[in-house]
């Protein structure tokens, strides 16, 4: 499978409608994301199973910009509609696989849980 580039209109909808979407934040004048660029697609042929996507800033710049993208490129992983994994920076192909490991390995209950968790204890700090 090929890398999916993404817009504001098709985000939302990819995220939540694949089990393990990867998005790559690019910019054309970036080195890094050039350099980048052969090692991400080789993971899509690999990995047909997980969507490889990637998001244009310049094109794109409203969507980068409500997701928090300061730097590209900058790497997330979504699994069941869930941000996983954020950061910015090129990997090494062995990381890049690393990654894909760690995001199949996850327990989503647990991590649902803990995002409860998180969003209860924010709740009681609210001053009433």
Known sequence: ????????????????????????????????CRAFAPVYERSAQTHPEIVHAKVDTQAESELAATLGIRSVPTIMAFRDGVLVYSQAGAMAPAVLEDLIAQVRALDMAAVRTKIAGRKAEAARRRPA
């Open 1 to 32: 499978m090929t890398t999916t580039d993404l817009t504001h209109d098709t985000f939302a909808s990819t995220i939540t409608g694949n089990p393990i979407v990867l998005v790559d934040f690019w910019a054309a004048y970036c080195r890094p």
